[in-house]
C-alpha cells in the first residue's frame, strides 16, 4: 500500500507474534502463515473500507465506506481493531495506536479467524489467492475505464452490484453445469418397448396405450428440457452473463462483480460461527496464556467492549463465542446422546456430568462441518437460549415501534434460522428465459411469509432490464396477493397473478 | 491519505453533492432542514447512497434479540439495527449519513446550480485596510518592545540550567540572548462592508404562507451575500401604513392588520442609510417583500419618487419581491416596472409559490451587481 512506509512489525511486536503464534499451535489451531501489518487509523480505514483488499477496482461505494469509518474514528464512536483475510498467506492488519496488549488480542483473535478459513468447507472454494485476484479485477476494471471513460463503467458497476445478492450460494460445492449445444440437431423421439423376440408376442408385452404412455413421458421430458432454463436458476448473474446481449467490457464487470459476490458469501455464511470461534480462543489463549497481571484490566475491558449486546441486535460475537464454550462444555460433561435427551428428571440434567472430556474434540470437529445455519440448528439448545435471554422481537405497527414478542424456544429458535435462511436475503431465481415467448426475463421470488420491499425491488427490476435490454419481471406476493411486477424500459406495470 | 481511496472518496462526495444539487429546489423550500449550529456550520442529513437490491420489507421483518425484558417490552430507539450483518465492503447501511457542509459550500453549491455571478468588486468599496496586532514573541526587536517578563523568565531558566541560580541570592541578569520583544502581524481588515435591508409588508393580507416564503428566501439570500461579503449586517424593516425597524424574530413573526404605505418604508429605509450607511463604505441591498396591494396612487408615486432620487443612487441594487396572495390586487410590481424599465439596479420578481423561489432568487442575484 504505502510504499515509503515499512508496515512490518517492529521488533517488540514480532515477539508478541512468535509467542502469541506458538500458544495457538499448542491448543490445536491450524492456520495459514500469517502476515501482520500495522497500519496508521487512516491507512486501516482505508482497507477496511475496500474490505480488507489494499487492492480494488475504483469505486465510489468503498469512497462512502472510507468516510464513514473515519468519521466514526474521528469522532471517537467506533474503531478498527482486527481486520484479516481469507487467503493464503492470510493478511491480517494492525492498528499502530493500540496497545499491546490490545495488538496480543487482535493476534489470538486472528489465529482463530484464519485456523476458520483454513478448515471449514464453507471456505473450501475460495479463492486462497484472492488479493492477487482483487488486484486483477482492479486492473482490469481500470483498462476498461481508459477505454470506455468513467461514468458509463460506474453506472454499470452501480447496476450490477444491485444484483449481487441473486447468487446461489451453494454453487460453488456443486460440479458446473454441461452447457448443452444450442445448436445441436434435435434426436427423433423413438419409443422403445420391452424387449421380445417373437413378433406375435408384440401386441401384448407392449401394447399401444403403454407405448403411447412411454412416448407422452418423453415428449414432456423433451419439452422440459427446452424450457429455457431447464430448471428455475438461482444464480441470476451466472444466467445474464450466458445469456444476457451484454458487450465484453458489461461481461467482464459482470463476472468481476459475481467473483467477488462468491468469494465473500462464505463470510456471511458463517458471521456467528466464525467470530465467535476467533473470540473463543483469543479468550482462551489471553486468559491462560498470554495475559500479564499488568494487562488484564484493558484486556478484560476491550473485551466485554467486544462481546455488548443491545436489545435489538444480535451479535455475533457474543453469541458465537457462548455456543461454542457451551457445545465444549456439554461433551465435557456428556450431556449428549439418547440417555441425556430423555432424561426428564430435572436436578438429574442440571447437575450431569460423565466426565467424557471430549469437548476440545468435538469442538474442532465441528468448526470442520457447519455453516451458521447448521450450527444454530444443531446446537441452539433451549437451555441455552433461556441463559443467554435471547427473544423475539418484531414491530408493532399501533405503538409504531419495535417489542419483545416472545420468549419461547421454538419462536427464538424458529425466527433466528428464518433469519439466518439464504443469510438474509430473499431467494429469488429465472424461471423463463423467453417469458411469453417474448424473449422477456422473468424471475420468481420463493416467497417465505416476509414480503419484499416494493420500492427497491422496482428500482432492481430497472437496472435488470438494463442488462437484459428486453423486458423484466418478478412474481411475488404482496400482501398475500400474487403480483407480477414488469419493468419495460419505460414503465412499471403490475398484474395479479396465481402466485 | 492514500491516493486511491481519495479517488473514490471524492468521486462520493461529488455523488452526495450532486444529489444535493438535484434536489436544491426541495430544500430551498423546506428551509428549516437547515440550521445554524454553532458558527457555521450547518448539517444537512443526507442518506448515505443506497444501491437497491431485492431485499425483505423492513417492518415485517422482527428479529431475534438478547436481553433482559418481558413480552410487550419496547426496545428504545436504536435498539433495533436491521442489516446488522455484512462485513466491512459488503456494508449495505439503512441509516442516515450526516453531510456537513460549512455556509460557504452551500453558497458555493448555490451559486453554481443558480448560476449566480460572483458579485463585482466595486473598486474602492472592497478595499481593505491593513491592521496591526502584536501576536508573537521574538528574540530581535527594538528595545522599546522588549517583552519584560519573557525575557526575566529566559535569563531565570538559563542560570537555573547552567547552574549559576543562588536561591538565596537570586539576582538575575539577562544577557543578550535572553532577550525576548514583541512582534506584530499585520492583518487586512475589510474596509468596506455590506447590509441588507429587509422590508416586508406585514399588512392584514400578508398570510403566513407569504411570510414563510420571505423568510426561507432571505436565508438563501443572506446565505449568498454572507460569501461575498466578510461582513455582512442585516436590517429589518416591517411595515403597514406605517413603519418601523425590528429585530430578526419580530420580522418573521408579526402580523398587523390594516392598510398599507409602502413609501413609509422606503422613506425609513433612506433615513436608516443616511444615519449608518456612508456610501462611500458600504455595499446597500435593500430587499423588500409585499403583495403589491399599496394604499394609494399618490403613495406610489411617492415610492418611486424615492427610489429614484434618494435610494437608487445609494445602492448596489434595490430589490422588490412580490409574494402573491389571495386578497392583493399586485399592482405595485407593475407600477415598479414601468417606472424602472431600464433602470440596472433594479430587480424585481414575482414569488406565486415555494416552487418559486429558485427563480426569485435567480431574479435577485443573477446580475452580480
Given at each position: 500500500?504505502?510504499?515509503?512506509?515499512?508496515?512490518?512489525?517492529?521488533?517488540?511486536?514480532?515477539?508478541?507474534?512468535?509467542?502469541?503464534?506458538?500458544?495457538?499451535?499448542?491448543?490445536?489451531?491450524?492456520?495459514?502463515?500469517?502476515?501482520?501489518?500495522?497500519?496508521?487509523?487512516d491507512?486501516?480505514?482505508?482497507?477496511?473500507?475496500?474490505?480488507?483488499?489494499?487492492n480494488?477496482?475504483?469505486?465510489?461505494?468503498?469512497?462512502?465506506?472510507?468516510?464513514?469509518?473515519?468519521?466514526?474514528?474521528?469522532?471517537?464512536?467506533?474503531?478498527?481493531?482486527?481486520?484479516?483475510?481469507?487467503?493464503?498467506?492470510?493478511?491480517?492488519?494492525?492498528?499502530?495506536?493500540?496497545?499491546?496488549?490490545?495488538?496480543?488480542?487482535?493476534?489470538?483473535?486472528?489465529?482463530?479467524?484464519?485456523?476458520?478459513?483454513?478448515?471449514?468447507?464453507?471456505f473450501?472454494?475460495?479463492?486462497?489467492?484472492?488479493?492477487?485476484?482483487?488486484?486483477?479485477?482492479?486492473?482490469?476494471?481500470?483498462?476498461?475505464?481508459?477505454?470506455?471513460?468513467?461514468?458509463?463503467?460506474?453506472?454499470?458497476?452501480?447496476?450490477?452490484?444491485?444484483?449481487?445478492?441473486?447468487?446461489?450460494?451453494?454453487?460453488?460445492?456443486?460440479?458446473?453445469?454441461?452447457?448443452?449445444?444450442?445448436?445441436?440437431?434435435?434426436?427423433?423421439?423413438?419409443?422403445?418397448?420391452?424387449?421380445?423376440?417373437?413378433?406375435?408376442?408384440?401386441?401384448?408385452?407392449?401394447?399401444?396405450?403403454?407405448?403411447?404412455?412411454?412416448r407422452?413421458?418423453?415428449?414432456?421430458?423433451?419439452?422440459?428440457?427446452?424450457?429455457?432454463?431447464?430448471?428455475?436458476?438461482?444464480?441470476?448473474?451466472?444466467?445474464?452473463?450466458?445469456?444476457?446481449?451484454?458487450?465484453?467490457?458489461?461481461?467482464?464487470?459482470?463476472?468481476?462483480?459475481?467473483?467477488?459476490a462468491?468469494?465473500?458469501?462464505?463470510?456471511?455464511?458463517?458471521?456467528?460461527m466464525?467470530?465467535?470461534?476467533?473470540?473463543?480462543?483469543?479468550?482462551?489463549?489471553?486468559t491462560?496464556?498470554?495475559?500479564?497481571?499488568?494487562?488484564?484490566?484493558?484486556y478484560?475491558?476491550?473485551?466485554?467492549?467486544?462481546m455488548?449486546?443491545?436489545?435489538?441486535?444480535?451479535?455475533?460475537?457474543?453469541?458465537?463465542?457462548?455456543?461454542?464454550?457451551?457445545?465444549?462444555?456439554?461433551?465435557?460433561?456428556?450431556?449428549?446422546?439418547?440417555?441425556?435427551?430423555?432424561?426428564?428428571?430435572?436436578?438429574a440434567?442440571?447437575?450431569?456430568?460423565?466426565?467424557?472430556?471430549?469437548?476440545?474434540?468435538?469442538?474442532?470437529?465441528?468448526?470442520?462441518?457447519?455453516?451458521?445455519?447448521?450450527?444454530?440448528?444443531?446446537?441452539?439448545?433451549?437451555?441455552?437460549?433461556?441463559?443467554?435471554?435471547?427473544?423475539?422481537?418484531?414491530?408493532?405497527?399501533?405503538?409504531?415501534?419495535?417489542?419483545?414478542?416472545?420468549?419461547?424456544?421454538?419462536?427464538?429458535?424458529?425466527?433466528?434460522?428464518?433469519?439466518?435462511?439464504?443469510?438474509?436475503?430473499?431467494?429469488?431465481?429465472?424461471?423463463?428465459?423467453?417469458?411469453?415467448?417474448?424473449?422477456?426475463?422473468?424471475?420468481?421470488?420463493?416467497?417465505?411469509?416476509v414480503?419484499?420491499?416494493?420500492?427497491?425491488?422496482?428500482?432492481?427490476?430497472?437496472?435488470?432490464?438494463?442488462?437484459?435490454?428486453?423486458?423484466?419481471?418478478?412474481?411475488?406476493?404482496?400482501?398475500?396477493?400474487?403480483?407480477?411486477?414488469?419493468?419495460?424500459?419505460?414503465?412499471?406495470?403490475?398484474?395479479?397473478?396465481?402466485? | 491519505?492514500?491516493?486511491?481511496?481519495?479517488?473514490?472518496?471524492?468521486?462520493?462526495?461529488?455523488?452526495?453533492?450532486?444529489?444535493?444539487?438535484?434536489?436544491?429546489?426541495?430544500?430551498?423550500?423546506?428551509?428549516?432542514?437547515?440550521?445554524?449550529?454553532?458558527?457555521?456550520?450547518?448539517?444537512?442529513?443526507?442518506?448515505?447512497?443506497?444501491?437497491?437490491?431485492?431485499?425483505?420489507?423492513?417492518k415485517?421483518?422482527?428479529?431475534?434479540?438478547?436481553?433482559?425484558?418481558?413480552?410487550?417490552?419496547?426496545?428504545?430507539p436504536?435498539?433495533?439495527?436491521?442489516?446488522?450483518?455484512?462485513?466491512?465492503?459488503?456494508?449495505?447501511?439503512?441509516?442516515?449519513?450526516?453531510?456537513?457542509?460549512?455556509?460557504?459550500?452551500?453558497?458555493?453549491?448555490?451559486?453554481?446550480?443558480?448560476?449566480?455571478?460572483?458579485?463585482?468588486?466595486?473598486?474602492?468599496?472592497?478595499?481593505?485596510?491593513?491592521?496591526?496586532?502584536?501576536?508573537?514573541?521574538?528574540?530581535?526587536?527594538?528595545e522599546?518592545?522588549?517583552?519584560?517578563?519573557r525575557?526575566?523568565?529566559?535569563a531565570?531558566?538559563?542560570?537555573?540550567a547552567?547552574?549559576?541560580?543562588?536561591?538565596?541570592?537570586?539576582?538575575?541578569?539577562?544577557?543578550?540572548?535572553?532577550?525576548?520583544?514583541?512582534?506584530?502581524?499585520?492583518?487586512?481588515?475589510?474596509?468596506?462592508?455590506?447590509?441588507?435591508?429587509?422590508?416586508?409588508?406585514?399588512?392584514?393580507?400578508?398570510?403566513?404562507?407569504?411570510?414563510?416564503?420571505?423568510?426561507?428566501e432571505?436565508?438563501?439570500?443572506?446565505?449568498?451575500?454572507?460569501?461575498?461579503?466578510?461582513?455582512?449586517?442585516?436590517?429589518?424593516?416591517?411595515?403597514?401604513?406605517?413603519?418601523?425597524?425590528?429585530?430578526?424574530?419580530?420580522?418573521?413573526?408579526?402580523?398587523?392588520?390594516?392598510?398599507?404605505?409602502?413609501?413609509?418604508?422606503?422613506?425609513?429605509?433612506?433615513?436608516?442609510?443616511?444615519?449608518?450607511?456612508?456610501?462611500?463604505?458600504?455595499?446597500?441591498?435593500?430587499?423588500?417583500?409585499?403583495?403589491?396591494?399599496?394604499?394609494?396612487?399618490?403613495d406610489?408615486?411617492?415610492?418611486?419618487?424615492?427610489?429614484?432620487n434618494?435610494?437608487?443612487?445609494?445602492?448596489?441594487?434595490?430589490?422588490?419581491?412580490?409574494?402573491?396572495?389571495?386578497?392583493?390586487?399586485?399592482?405595485?410590481?407593475?407600477?415598479?416596472?414601468?417606472?424602472?424599465?431600464?433602470v440596472?439596479?433594479?430587480?424585481?420578481?414575482?414569488?406565486?409559490?415555494?416552487?418559486?423561489?429558485?427563480?426569485?432568487?435567480?431574479?435577485?442575484?443573477?446580475?452580480?451587481?
Amino acid at each position: 500500500m504505502n510504499e515509503n512506509k515499512d508496515t512490518r512489525l517492529p521488533p517488540h511486536l514480532h515477539d508478541i507474534q512468535r509467542e502469541v503464534e506458538g500458544y495457538a499451535r499448542a491448543f490445536g489451531l491450524d492456520f495459514y502463515e500469517t502476515i501482520f501489518e500495522v497500519l496508521g487509523y487512516d491507512e486501516v480505514n482505508m482497507v477496511a473500507a475496500y474490505g480488507g483488499f489494499p487492492n480494488r477496482y475504483p469505486h465510489w461505494r468503498f469512497g462512502m465506506e472510507y468516510e464513514q469509518l473515519s468519521k466514526g474514528y474521528e469522532y471517537g464512536l467506533s474503531k478498527i481493531y482486527e481486520m484479516v483475510i481469507n487467503n493464503n498467506p492470510s493478511y491480517a492488519y494492525l492498528l499502530e495506536s493500540n496497545m499491546d496488549v490490545d495488538q496480543k488480542l487482535v493476534m489470538a483473535h486472528v489465529y482463530g479467524h484464519v485456523d476458520f478459513f483454513k478448515h471449514n468447507f464453507s471456505f473450501a472454494h475460495t479463492n486462497r489467492k484472492m488479493m492477487d485476484e482483487m488486484a486483477n479485477h482492479a486492473t482490469r476494471v481500470r483498462r476498461i475505464i481508459d477505454r470506455v471513460g468513467i461514468e458509463p463503467v460506474e453506472s454499470f458497476i452501480d447496476r450490477t452490484l444491485s444484483l449481487e445478492n441473486l447468487i446461489y450460494q451453494h454453487a460453488p460445492h456443486f460440479a458446473p453445469k454441461v452447457r448443452k449445444d444450442p445448436g445441436a440437431p434435435e434426436e427423433r423421439i423413438e419409443v422403445r418397448g420391452f424387449k421380445y423376440d417373437r413378433e406375435y408376442m408384440s401386441g401384448f408385452i407392449n401394447p399401444r396405450a403403454f407405448l403411447d404412455e412411454q412416448r407422452k413421458k418423453l415428449e414432456d421430458e423433451r419439452a422440459k428440457s427446452k424450457k429455457f432454463p431447464e430448471k428455475p436458476e438461482r444464480d441470476v448473474l451466472l444466467f445474464l452473463l450466458d445469456h444476457a446481449p451484454l458487450e465484453r467490457w458489461e461481461a467482464d464487470i459482470v463476472s468481476v462483480v459475481r467473483d467477488e459476490a462468491y468469494y465473500f458469501a462464505p463470510q456471511g455464511q458463517t458471521k456467528i460461527m466464525n467470530e465467535g470461534w476467533a473470540s473463543f480462543w483469543h479468550s482462551t489463549i489471553m486468559t491462560t496464556r498470554a495475559l500479564k497481571d499488568s494487562e488484564i484490566i484493558d484486556y478484560a475491558d476491550h473485551h466485554s467492549g467486544t462481546m455488548g449486546t443491545r436489545p435489538g441486535v444480535i451479535n455475533p460475537y457474543k453469541l458465537g463465542i457462548e455456543l461454542w464454550r457451551h457445545i465444549e462444555d456439554r461433551w465435557n460433561r456428556g450431556r449428549f446422546g439418547k440417555e441425556y435427551d430423555e432424561c426428564d428428571d430435572l436436578r438429574a440434567r442440571r447437575a450431569w456430568d460423565k466426565k467424557t472430556g471430549l469437548g476440545r474434540k468435538k469442538i474442532f470437529e465441528v468448526r470442520k462441518h457447519y455453516n451458521d445455519i447448521t450450527f444454530i440448528d444443531e446446537f441452539l439448545t433451549a437451555e441455552f437460549a433461556a441463559e443467554q435471554k435471547l427473544f423475539v422481537y418484531g414491530f408493532n405497527e399501533k405503538g409504531n415501534r419495535w417489542e419483545i414478542l416472545d420468549r419461547e424456544f421454538q419462536k427464538v429458535k424458529q425466527k433466528l434460522l428464518q433469519q439466518l435462511t439464504n443469510f438474509g436475503q430473499p431467494i429469488i431465481e429465472v424461471v423463463d428465459g423467453n417469458f411469453e415467448n417474448r424473449g422477456e426475463l422473468l424471475l420468481a421470488h420463493r416467497h417465505d411469509g416476509v414480503d419484499l420491499r416494493v420500492d427497491y425491488a422496482k428500482d432492481t427490476l430497472g437496472n435488470l432490464q438494463a442488462l437484459w435490454r428486453r423486458p423484466v419481471g418478478i412474481v411475488t406476493r404482496v400482501d398475500g396477493k400474487g403480483v407480477l411486477m414488469r419493468f419495460d424500459g419505460r414503465d412499471h406495470t403490475d398484474r395479479k397473478v396465481d402466485f | 491519505m492514500p491516493s486511491k481511496i481519495k479517488q473514490d472518496h471524492s468521486r462520493f462526495r461529488e455523488i452526495i453533492r450532486g444529489k444535493i444539487k438535484e434536489n436544491l429546489r426541495k430544500y430551498i423550500q423546506k428551509g428549516e432542514m437547515i440550521g445554524k449550529k454553532g458558527k457555521d456550520l450547518i448539517t444537512i442529513p443526507v442518506p448515505s447512497i443506497d444501491i437497491p437490491h431485492f431485499r425483505y420489507g423492513h417492518k415485517e421483518q422482527g428479529g431475534v434479540g438478547q436481553g433482559d425484558g418481558a413480552p410487550g417490552t419496547v426496545l428504545g430507539p436504536g435498539a433495533v439495527e436491521q442489516d446488522g450483518k455484512g462485513k466491512a465492503g459488503q456494508g449495505e447501511g439503512q441509516h442516515g449519513l450526516e453531510v456537513d457542509l460549512s455556509l460557504d459550500e452551500l453558497a458555493e453549491i448555490l451559486g453554481e446550480e443558480l448560476e449566480l455571478p460572483r458579485i463585482e468588486s466595486k473598486g474602492k468599496k472592497n478595499l481593505t485596510s491593513p491592521k496591526v496586532k502584536y501576536s508573537g514573541v521574538h528574540n530581535t526587536g527594538p528595545e522599546s518592545l522588549r517583552h519584560f517578563k519573557r525575557t526575566y523568565k529566559q535569563a531565570l531558566r538559563r542560570s537555573i540550567a547552567s547552574g549559576t541560580y543562588n536561591p538565596k541570592r537570586p539576582i538575575i541578569v539577562p544577557t543578550r540572548e535572553d532577550k525576548r520583544y514583541r512582534s506584530w502581524r499585520v492583518t487586512a481588515l475589510p474596509q468596506s462592508n455590506a447590509v441588507v435591508i429587509y422590508m416586508m409588508d406585514v399588512s392584514g393580507s400578508m398570510g403566513d404562507e407569504q411570510k414563510e416564503i420571505v423568510r426561507i428566501e432571505s436565508f438563501w439570500i443572506d446565505t449568498w451575500l454572507r460569501s461575498n461579503y466578510k461582513g455582512l449586517e442585516t436590517r429589518y424593516i416591517i411595515h403597514d401604513a406605517v413603519a418601523r425597524e425590528v429585530d430578526r424574530e419580530t420580522f418573521f413573526h408579526t402580523r398587523e392588520s390594516g392598510g398599507t404605505m409602502i413609501s413609509s418604508a422606503y422613506k425609513l429605509c433612506k433615513e436608516m442609510m443616511v444615519a449608518d450607511y456612508d456610501t462611500g463604505s458600504w455595499n446597500i441591498y435593500p430587499f423588500h417583500f409585499s403583495d403589491g396591494d399599496n394604499w394609494s396612487a399618490d403613495d406610489t408615486r411617492a415610492c418611486v419618487t424615492l427610489l429614484k432620487n434618494e435610494v437608487l443612487p445609494k445602492v448596489n441594487q434595490f430589490a422588490y419581491g412580490q409574494v402573491e396572495s389571495p386578497y392583493g390586487s399586485g399592482q405595485f410590481i407593475k407600477d415598479l416596472r414601468e417606472a424602472f424599465e431600464d433602470v440596472e439596479n433594479v430587480a424585481l420578481s414575482e414569488i406565486a409559490n415555494k416552487d418559486a423561489i429558485y427563480q426569485s432568487i435567480k431574479d435577485f442575484l443573477g446580475k452580480g451587481s
